[in-house]
T-cell receptor, first 115, second 113 residues
Framework: DQQVKQNSPSLSVQEGRISILNCDYTNSMFDYFLWYKKYPAEGPTFLISISSIKDKNEDGRFTVFLNKSAKHLSLHIVPSQPGDSAVYFCAARPISSGSARQLTFGSGTQLTVLP | DAGVTQSPTHLIKTRGQQVTLRCSPISGHKSVSWYQQVLGQGPQFIFQYYEKEERGRGNFPDRFSARQFPNYSSELNVNALLLGDSALYLC????????????FGQGTRLTVV
């Protein structure tokens, strides 16, 4: 039962254009959503997060939008750069229940930014 | 400052064998989590340890076990290896168990033949 889904395994974008990566979730009991970036032979690196009570968070070229009614979030990268080419994972953290607040990850989207 | 370090980086084992993977968290971090990433999928939570106690366990069989030492380093043990255990095993550390952002190591690539 996948609670966090990334339905696009890959995305190619021209350098300088906008990259939009999408993520859907099925469980409303998440309090934060995160995006991680992963280069080959490296571990995932935290990129940006958004609280479930917000609908937008921005950090430089990266903006995350949250649509709670649609259970959908997206990561916008503007402008895209070749160094942004990586696998992007969407992750969600459950509201605390006293147990471990482990992250639930989507399957990832491979972003390729073409020069 | 050193990040999360994992050893070994690559490992090949035979079905039925046992394996131990090691993780050293970032200095000052007391929480360590383990994730399994199978090719084409996202990381899946296995365990979280905080202050040497297990704080959570994912949906993995009892063949998987872990522990955390007084210096906050951690080991993940997998017994009776199956071909399906082939994956990238990621260790992540954070200051405490409730911290939002966790920092991942580069992972240990385990291949079971």
């Amino acid at each position: 039962d996948q609670q966090v889904k990334q339905n696009s395994p890959s995305l190619s974008v021209q350098e300088g254009r906008i990259s939009i990566l999408n993520c859907d979730y099925t469980n409303s009991m998440f309090d934060y959503f995160l995006w991680y970036k992963k280069y080959p032979a490296e571990g995932p690196t935290f990129l940006i997060s958004i609280s479930s009570i917000k609908d937008k968070n921005e950090d430089g070229r990266f903006t995350v939008f949250l649509n709670k009614s649609a259970k959908h979030l997206s990561l916008h990268i503007v402008p895209s750069q070749p160094g942004d080419s990586a696998v992007y994972f969407c992750a969600a953290r459950p509201i605390s229940s006293g147990s471990a607040r482990q992250l639930t990850f989507g399957s990832g989207t491979q972003l390729t930014v073409l020069p | 400052d050193a990040g999360v370090t994992q050893s070994p980086t690559h490992l090949i084992k035979t079905r039925g064998q046992q394996v131990t993977l090691r993780c050293s968290p970032i200095s000052g971090h007391k929480s360590v989590s383990w994730y399994q990433q199978v090719l084409g999928q996202g990381p899946q939570f296995i365990f979280q340890y905080y202050e040497k106690e297990e704080r959570g366990r994912g949906n993995f069989p009892d063949r998987f076990s872990a522990r955390q030492f007084p210096n906050y380093s951690s080991e993940l043990n997998v017994n009776a290896l199956l071909l399906g255990d082939s994956a990238l095993y990621l260790c992540a550390s954070s200051l405490d168990a409730g911290r939002l952002v966790t920092f991942f190591g580069q992972g240990t690539r385990l291949t079971v033949v």
